[in-house]
């Protein structure tokens, strides 16, 4: 059974940083592609990076572009986000996920994702 597990969100002044986790138990990473979303309170659930198979291919939304990366780990079954240069408006719950073969089609698509975290929750104060 396929599960992930975020963690690494907290509490960060604006212009900090945070690196979330996400590890996949129950199959090896190098057989999905993982993204990254966020859900802010009344808002809907937001699309913010993926990466495919290879750990080559990654996209990034607009409003993170420049300032967060996705990175794979595959000795540690793991997919981390560095999220730099944070803004009160990033606050929400965190949430990785993950996608078996074949590719995503529209990777911003969170319906694509087989599996899905618990979350994690990042507070950007100003």
């Known amino acids: 059974q396929v599960q992930l597990v975020e963690s690494g969100g907290g509490l960060v002044q604006a212009g900090g940083s945070l690196r979330l986790s996400c590890v996949l138990s129950g199959d090896t990473l190098g057989n999905y592609a993982i993204g990254w979303f966020r859900q802010a309170p009344g808002k809907e659930r937001e699309f913010l990076a993926g990466?495919?198979?290879?750990?080559?291919?990654?996209d990034y939304a607009d409003p993170v572009k420049g300032r967060f990366t996705i990175l794979r780990e595959y000795a540690k079954n793991a997919v981390y986000l560095q999220m730099n240069r944070l803004k009160p408006e990033d606050t929400a719950v965190y949430f990785c996920?993950?996608?078996?073969?074949?590719?995503?089609?529209?990777?911003?698509?969170?319906?694509?994702?087989?599996?899905w975290g618990q979350g994690t929750q990042v507070t950007v104060s100003s």
């Open positions: 996920a993950a996608k078996i073969a074949p590719p995503p089609t529209k990777v911003a698509d969170l319906y694509e994702y087989d599996y």
């Open positions: 990466v495919r198979w290879s750990g080559v291919n990654t």
